[in-house]
């Protein structure tokens, strides 16, 4: 592993986190590998979601948490990097919850980028 590609990826979890802190469709769609899938439970019922309807469900957040002054809540709980893969999990809050989120990265064309996300809801 090496240090850029450990920075790197921090600022791919940023910008994700960004995406849903400010409702920025735009940043989901930079943080997120085209065909990624996101995927959990939410009141014990399974949400799978593409990028685009995920992307759609954090611009609806309105105002968003930034604009609302909402407490930053982000943290890269561990990061493995092998190769051009990794996986990392972050905390976050968002929508009134602290999710878990384990993310799944790969490395196309010198950016990491999240290509699947799996949520587990904390509380």
């Known amino acids: 592993m090496s240090d850029s590609d450990h920075d790197l990826i921090q600022e791919t979890i940023q910008t994700y986190f960004d995406s849903m802190y400010e409702s920025d469709p735009d940043k989901v769609h930079k943080a997120f590998h ?23 469900m954090v611009s609806g957040q309105q105002p968003s948490a930034k604009q609302k002054g909402e407490v930053i809540q982000l ?32 490395k196309t064309e010198g950016e990491w980028v999240i290509y699947n996300k799996l949520f587990h809801v904390e509380s």
Do not use: H, W
């Not at 085209?34 to 759609?56: C, H, S, W």
């Not at 092998?82 to 602290?98: E, F, K, P, Q, S």
């Open 34 to 56: 085209p065909n990624a899938k996101i995927t959990g439970y939410i009141n014990n019922r399974l949400q799978e979601m593409t990028v685009p309807t995920f992307a759609d």
């Open 75 to 106: 943290e890269t709980v561990s990061l493995d990097i092998a190769g051009d893969t990794a996986i990392a999990r972050v905390r976050d809050g968002y929508i009134g919850l602290i999710f878990l989120d384990t993310l799944s990265f790969l």
